[in-house]
């Protein structure tokens, strides 16, 4: 079991979650393939909050994917966090972010596969790089939130869902119809660039953001089934508060995985509100 996270980010709200290890791979005494990063800063000029979650392929041919995972949301913070810095404008850098960030992305993700296998094999890379990439092979889901504006970018099949005040939820990254059963996206893709998918937004003061790898959606008879559970989260973190909520995290994912996919679970939530004296 990993340790929950609750952190109070003002101003977005409250971000909490958990990263657990799929009943199948525990019984196959396997990592975690799943991978998770963030950063928050607010200061007088402006407030950010970056988020990204990552799930490896696994199988024989991602024998490292669980490291192609870490390099993935460690590469997307720091580009986040680059670009961030660089346009200080909010247009200027969301502009940016939809046309350039993928592309980036690839290649510094590709850069790191690159050294971390040096840094490993004590050679140089091979000849041909596909059959390398593959066994770092990686989804990939990330966000870049302002006071005003949220940019969200994905490849793969990873979910996130606005849960407004009242309403239903809503995929602003939804699946591609072209994919069947399993298949997905994969970062170690060649022209990965090319498929990734990015939403932006204008940020609703009163909704509940969740982000998940698929082990969770995938643990659910249907869409609507996940899309109701998700619902059922923001009322609960409204009674019981954040903390509470958080605690009982990674036992729901266990539960889960046991009784569903048996997939790696990441679930996060950002809920507006903030703990008491926060």
Known sequence: ?????????????????????????????????????????SDAQASSLLLAIADG???SHYDRSDQGAHLAVQTAIALLRE????????RQLLNTLQSDFARLLRRRWRQAVLQ??????????PSEEAPLLRRYGATLLTVLMQEELVFAGQIGDGKLLRIPADGPPHEPLPADPNLLGSETHS?????AERVWQSAVWYRQQEETLLFCTDGLS????????????????PPLLTEQGSQTIAQHLPNWLDRYSHEGSGDDMTLLLLHPMLPKGV
């Open 1 to 41: 079991m990993h340790d929950p996270l609750h952190q109070p980010c003002p101003p977005f709200g409250t971000l909490l979650g958990a990263k657990q290890t799929g009943a199948a791979h525990l019984r196959r005494a396997l990592p975690c393939q799943d991978a998770l990063c963030w950063h928050w800063q």
């Open 57 to 59: 392929h696994g199988g």
């Open 218 to 233: 995938d643990s659910f008879v249907s869409p609507e089934e996940f899309h109701r559970f998700a619902s059922s989260l």
């Open 83 to 90: 670009c961030h810095t660089a346009f200080p404008h909010p």
């Open 116 to 125: 971390h296998h040096a840094n490993l094999e004590e050679a140089p890379p």
């Open 187 to 191: 970062l170690c893709s060649e022209g």
